[in-house]
C-alpha cells in the first residue's frame, strides 16, 4: 500500500497564499507522474494538478492556472502546491495522488487514483 503524507493546509482569507506538500516514502517517487486532487463539500473528486517524472512537463486544470504550482523534489521524495490568490471556490480537502510509471501530467480516473488522507484548505470571503 502507497503510503502518502499531505501537509500545509489551512485557513486563509481570499487572495492568500498556503504551500501543500506531500511527503511519499516506500516507492521509487521518482520515476512516477504525481497529481494533486481536490474534493469539496458535495462535490466528486476533481483533478488540480499534475507533474511528470523528473517535472519535465505540468497540468492544470483551468480554474487554477496561473494561481497554482506544482512541484516536486526527488532527492526528497516530497510534492508540493504553491496555492496563490486562493479563492473561496478553491475550499476543499486536498489530497495527493501516485500517477502512473513515467505517465502524463493528467488523470483521467481520479476515484482509483491511491493517495493520502488528505490536508483541508479553507478559503474565507
Known amino acids: 500500500e502507497v503510503q502518502l503524507v499531505e501537509s500545509g493546509g489551512g485557513l486563509v482569507q481570499t487572495g492568500g497564499s498556503l504551500r501543500l506538500s506531500c511527503e511519499a516514502p516506500?516507492?521509487?517517487?521518482?520515476?512516477?507522474?504525481m497529481h494533486w486532487l481536490r474534493q469539496a463539500p458535495g462535490k466528486g473528486l476533481e483533478w488540480v494538478a499534475g507533474i511528470t517524472s523528473r517535472g519535465i512537463q505540468t497540468a492544470y486544470v483551468d480554474s487554477v492556472k496561473d494561481r497554482f504550482t506544482i512541484s516536486r523534489d526527488d532527492a526528497k521524495n516530497i510534492l508540493y502546491l504553491q496555492l496563490d490568490s486562493l479563492k473561496p471556490e478553491d475550499s476543499a480537502m486536498y489530497y495527493c495522488?501516485?500517477?502512473?510509471?513515467?505517465?502524463?501530467?493528467?488523470?483521467?480516473?481520479?476515484?482509483?487514483?491511491?493517495r493520502g488522507q488528505g490536508t483541508q484548505v479553507t478559503v474565507s470571503s
Open positions: 495522488a501516485k500517477g502512473s510509471l513515467y505517465g502524463l501530467p493528467t488523470l483521467a480516473q481520479t476515484t482509483l487514483a491511491e
Open positions: 516506500g516507492f521509487i517517487f521518482r520515476k512516477y507522474a
